[in-house]
């Protein structure tokens, strides 16, 4: 392990086994390379040296468990980029539980690490600046969706109550980072929020900004770094299957008989089916009179609803891994298998397979951090069950598989998306006795905007400024499907959605 210890942007120790290594660049990212080419089998890491006596290096193999791994860690409650870069995005990576390991791409140059090997392949690849911070996002940034696995990990220090002075960062920094890793159009919509809610005209940075172009990697540039990472993930490998199902009996025998014939069997499957129909009685004859090589665990209720149908099924399961399916899914004899032997690989927890419909094209073929979690098509360590749950305030409306999601987050289980092994979403038609949920809001004059349980997804998970930039995005879309066509006019009932959509949300987080 080599450590690079830093001070105002410049070297001023490289450290190896202990020993004072010779360094030929103060410049911290250039010396970052240097060292990856000396010792091209190591873990390179960062710290400014106020805090050397507080690396956590005890901690360090179980952080970097595998070679793709890149960890930091900001002790400070301001970001570098400040909480202004939740205008521009949306994702679950802007605001960072800092109490556990936490993927995002929002690094630190306080204390952090990555593999030689990850260094070695982004040589020449990426412009090196002066300022180690913004060089650290912007290697962050443009590689975590290539395969990089970036984290914010606490675990990298002992303790975090070094005095430190904060530096603000810079609009022009900002803005500058907005233009090389987005498009270009969001350096407009952050001007515009910047004046809406920061009360700031940011005319330089923005002219300032233009004269940068986005910066860009190729997409198999990690793909030839091997991973076997080191992290004890389960022992048994058993596994249940979770399905909650209503009006498919036909393509929920075709899901039991893709699972009959797993090269890596279930050991229960659990069935939730739904019937509103009080007089109703179960319509899954096969399950009784056919011979399955599992057990199955079959729920009939008459309360329908996604988010009770799967908490009943997951209140079930005993085994160590749970494999969230759908009713209407296809896969192939050893989806249980490869999905279980690459999660190993990888050392990781929580899994969304490639779901897509007929037709589709995939578009990601790279292992890599999700942003999204789905409900029809993922595996997890069961032990994850004891703290999370699908929230009820989402019942019959959008965004509970999205919360489930980052309730597993916020625990410190990160979610990865595996292109393969694929699973097939035939997005069957409903059943014949499915009825419309009738909403609360229904019948309230003025309509809310956007729906509340989307509004309650918003208000649980993202920051301020992820809100007020979505604000802004929904109110010019909106604008052209509805039928006022007065700006002034619908500003006035546009306001009055949004809070009447803030009104059921609050009434729903209680649920």
């Known amino acids: 392990m080599i450590i690079i210890y830093h001070k105002k942007n410049k070297v001023v120790e490289v450290e190896f086994e202990k020993k004072i ?127 990089l696995f970036c984290y914010s990990e606490p675990a990298l220090l002992i303790d975090t109550t070094v005095e430190l002075k904060e530096q603000e960062t810079q609009l022009y920094t900002l803005f500058r980072f907005v233009k090389q890793h987005y498009r270009t159009r969001w350096v407009f919509l952050l001007f515009l929020n910047m004046l809406l809610f920061k009360r700031k005209l940011s005319i330089l940075p923005l002219l300032y900004c233009l004269i940068y172009r986005r910066r860009k990697l190729e997409d198999d540039l990690l793909e030839h770094i091997e991973v076997y990472s080191s992290k004890h993930i389960s022992s048994t490998e058993t596994i249940d299957v979770i399905i909650p199902t209503i009006g498919r009996k036909q393509y929920l025998y075709d899901v039991l008989k893709d699972l009959s014939v797993q090269t890596h069997l279930p050991k229960n499957v659990i069935i939730v089916e739904q019937n509103t129909n009080v007089e109703s009685v179960s319509e899954l004859d096969y399950l009784q009179t056919e011979s399955w090589p599992f057990e199955i665990k079959h729920t009939f209720t008459h309360q329908a609803g996604a988010c009770n149908a799967r908490n009943l099924a997951l209140a079930q399961v005993k085994s160590e891994w749970v494999f969230l399916n759908d009713d209407d899914n296809r896969f192939a004899p050893d989806l249980i298998e490869k999905t279980l032997k690459k999660c190993k690989k990888f050392g990781v927890t929580v899994v969304n ?38 929230r009820m305030g989402f019942e019959f409306g959008y965004g509970e598989d999205t ?15 595996f292109p393969s092994p694929e699973i097939l979403h035939l997005s069957a038609p409903m059943g014949g006795f499915r009825t419309k949920p009738v909403l609360a809001w229904k019948d ?68």
């Open 21 to 147: 290594v010779h360094f030929s660049q103060v410049n911290i990212a250039k010396t970052l390379f240097e060292m990856a080419a000396l010792y091209p089998k190591s873990l390179i890491v960062w710290c400014h040296i106020d805090f050397k006596s507080n690396l956590n290096i005890s901690k360090f193999q179980d952080v970097f468990h595998h070679s793709k791994i890149m960890a930091s860690y900001n002790p400070f409650s301001k970001s570098f980029l400040s909480d202004s870069i939740g205008y521009v995005e949306e994702s679950p990576f802007v605001k960072i539980n800092k109490k556990v390991n936490y993927p995002t791409w929002q690094t630190s140059s306080i204390v952090g690490g990555l593999n030689a090997s990850v260094l070695s392949a982004l040589n020449g690849k990426i412009k090196i600046t002066y300022n180690f911070d913004y060089f650290l996002h912007s290697l962050a940034k443009l590689t975590m969706e290539k395969g």
């Open 353 to 390: 397979n490639s779901y897509l419909k007929k037709n589709e094209t995939k578009e990601l073929d790279v292992v890599n951090q999700s942003s999204i979690f789905g409900s029809g098509n993922s595996f997890m360590t069961s032990v994850l069950l004891k703290k999370v749950s699908f």
């Open 403 to 417: 919360d489930f999601g980052m309730q597993l987050r916020n625990i410190g289980a990160d979610v990865v998306y």
């Open 444 to 511: 309230d004059l003025v309509q809310p905007k956007p729906s509340p349980t989307i509004m309650l997804y918003k208000q649980l998970h993202l920051t301020e400024e992820q809100i007020s930039g979505y604000k802004v995005i929904l109110f010019f879309k909106f604008y052209k499907a509805q039928a006022i066509k007065n700006p002034l006019h619908y500003y006035r009932n546009f306001q009055k959605q949004w809070k009447q959509s803030l009104y059921w949300a609050k009434e729903l987080i209680s649920k």
